[in-house]
């Protein structure tokens, strides 16, 4: 049989507005797509590379053309694929997850049946996912907050100087949503992220993530026992290896395609998790259809979804997943059942579409 062939895409997608969480703002995402191809049928994966984790478009290109020579014959041989790139470089966890969700959509169209039956899950026990609300003034978050009502769940930027007032504008516009905050380790100690929570306690939320920066658990775990909302783990927990130190720090954490390198990565940081009566919500980043079908494929194992980052752009390139009231809808095409949509191709290996939007 011939080798699998291996090739990368840039995508280049605008957000509706600037996005805008504790650390940073972004307007533009440059996920990269891993095209792998057997037998005349491609598998598509996603890279969304993050400098936080120490990636960038470049270097996920550099991984996929080392990985290329390194896939084999058989897609079906997923276990040892993902051994051998294992052992080309540590860490990258966005390329290698752009390579193995590919290989799992290739694997689904030859044997003509979706991802989350290749993993034998419910497509009815999706959960619903969250509809961010990035910073900005409170009026403007208001707004934001108010026009998305076909989001029963909201999840809200934090890390301000006054998310109060941010969070009693979004609560006077949306009293019945169901609301989490996202901090993204702004607090710098267990003290000031106890006074914070404590405070925006009285605006009936569900839970807080990251409320501190990575680092020791005793400080979430002392967070913890004085908080009274409970906390999530997003920056804390990388990978399946981080869960274990975590057990009994947080009430739960945070698993994505582009942290911890893939659909079978991410299981294992899902069961782990359970293991240690942790609950589990899955995320993204800034990402096509592609990563966030992917995802969403293996949200019947979750308590809670936020897999919104296709929503954010005005201009993704694919359809896949859809959300009906806040429900992820997975797609019954075999493999991830993403599709293209009608595109214009520029130049540079870009892909943008004309007026389109999701
Ligand atoms: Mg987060």
Redesign the pocket.
Known sequence: MPPLQLTAETLEMHLREPFRISRGVQTVARPVLAHVLAHDVEGLGEAAPSTFYGETGDTVRTCLDMFADHLGDDPFALQTIVERIEGRIRRHPAAKAAVECALHDLVGKLLGIPVYRLFGLDPARTPQTSFTIGIADPEEMGRKAAAAGGYPILKVKVGTTDDSARLGAIRSVRPDARLRV?A?AAWPTARDAARAIEHLSRYDLEFV??PLPPGDPADLRWLRNHSPLPIFA??SCVTAADVHGLAGAVDGI?VKLAKCGGLRAALQQIQAAHLHGMQVMI?CMIESSVGITAAAHLTPLVEFA?LDGNLLVVDDPFSGVTVDQGKLILPEAPGLGVRRRNTMTASGGSVRIGGETP
């Open positions: 996202d993204n993530e990251q997003d920056e945070v995320g936020d």
